[in-house]
């Protein structure tokens, strides 16, 4: 599983982050505060604090090194 931290900056990154998640099969979670959301769903994520960094859990197993290539450009540390 990969944990990390993204932030979203506008409506055009959340709707790009969610299209690059939803190619992948496997379960990946958004945690704001004690909210966790589907990060495949659009409004799920509308529902978060999105000033803020949202930690992700991705369960990627032998797909990580493409879904972290892909999610880069949200990362932050």
């Known amino acids: 599983m990969e944990v990390f931290n993204?932030?979203?900056n506008s409506i055009n990154d959340?709707?790009?982050f969610?299209?690059?998640v939803s190619k992948y099969d496997f379960d990946i979670?958004?945690?704001?505060g004690r909210y966790v959301v589907?990060?495949?769903s659009i409004m799920g994520i509308f529902s978060l604090n999105l000033s803020k960094p949202i930690k992700v859990e991705a369960h990627c197993g032998d797909q990580r090194d493409k879904f972290m290539q892909d999610v880069k450009r949200f990362i932050v540390e």
Not at 29 to 32: A, F, H, K, P
Request: proline content about 0%.
């Open 38 to 40: 589907d990060a495949k």
């Open 14 to 16: 959340v709707k790009e």
């Open 6 to 8: 993204i932030i979203l």
């Open 18 to 20: 969610v299209n690059i």
């Open 29 to 32: 979670d958004l945690t704001s």
